[in-house]
């Protein structure tokens, strides 16, 4: 077991041809290495569980197309007075899924005034990507450095309020990704408990999980998904630095590099866990930005989806990942299988499956979820190749996502 003070979050090498400034490099550096003086990197671990809240009436559905789509199963509710929290899990080596819904559609609060400012986030107030927890060692300890380093938490009281899980201690909002990161003291062997509410079967939710689940059994999809593979931030151009740093110094995440998208004019920046885990147990961490900002993009006759998703909806999450099994049955790739099977149902693919087994994977994004505004991406990487996206998918997604949100 290595000490509080031998983590060495430098020593990764660097992917990709996007340069940063020298405010980014300088910092890097500096801030990376405070984490691992301090025993911070040491300290916190895997991403215990994904937030997502959703409005009154949406989760059930939600739940249902979750169960379905991903390797995702039913747990408990845990009811308080104003949500109904639902626990998806698949197994304690990957992240849970936590899904809050506001029973109250009159219900105001710090999350939904993020929504509102923003013309197509403001027509779903309740329905956003929240952040991750973390697992943490000592969580007393963690808190005290990260407070001594200026971030900020909301207090006990406020977290009853805003009835978050108790045991789990958040950041305020970001300003550069509107996510906070939670902090949940736990070891490896221990079970995940989030403390909040009274914990309950809903036999409602129960039904249209065990629906879904029997018809991606039916399907024979069941063996072929896999956890979640990454997830994919969308900031303004002028934050992508910053929120990157941010999240670095807030998690025990590295910074793995960043590729230009020219013909999208924005590029895709890669984090990823120091641990030595893989992306099923703790998913990487990718923010995408515009190059330019909006304002100049009509001088300089460029592209600007990114930027335009982030004016429409607030910076946010944007897709999430599900690997598929690597392999094929009948000369047909399991991506293939998985996307037809699921399309044959009624859900919506924003382009065909790009990539190849030449080129070492193959991707495709989702309609976005009603429920939740999330896309869900597939990704199948065939045998050795360990990185997330060629330049080309990227761009042919990209482009694919901007005409849907336009």
Sequence with gaps: MKSLHSFNSLQFNRHGDKENSSFF???????????????LTAMIHEIDALMITVDPDHSIQYIAELALMTPYYYLVTLESEAHWTHILRIDLNSPDLIIREVKDPNLRGIFRSLNEVYPVGAKKPNSRYMGEILRVSSLHDVVKLQEERE?????QNETRKLELPG??????????????????EREPNELRVYALGMSVINQEVQAAYTAAKQLQTKLGIDALLLPVDHLATRVYSQ????????????????????????????????????HPVPESKSPAK?????NTP????????????TETFVRNYGPRLHHV???????????IENIDIVVNAIAEQGKGF?????????????????NASEHSSLIIEYVQRFGKFDGFFTQDNVAALTAAASVEEI
């Design 350 to 366: 924003l382009l065909d499956v790009i990539g190849s087994k030449e080129e070492g994977l193959k991707q495709i994004f989702s």
């Design 151 to 155: 971030f900020r938490f909301f207090k």
């Design 239 to 274: 934050n992508r630095e910053v929120a990157i740093l941010e999240y670095l110094s807030l998690s025990s995440y590295y910074f793995w590099g960043a590729y230009n998208i020219h013909n999208q004019n924005s590029s895709t920046n890669v984090t990823k866990s120091v």
């Design 294 to 305: 909006y304002f100049v993009t009509h001088l300089l006759h460029l592209p600007s989806p």
């Design 25 to 39: 490099e300088e910092f890097l550096g500096r801030l990376l290495k405070e984490r691992d003086d301090l025993g």
């Design 321 to 331: 990942a599900i690997a598929v099994k690597d392999g094929e049955k009948d000369g």
């Design 167 to 184: 045991n789990v201690i958040f950041s305020k909002p970001s300003p550069y990704t509107h996510n906070v990161v939670g902090y949940l």
């Design 286 to 290: 990718v923010f995408t930005a515009n």
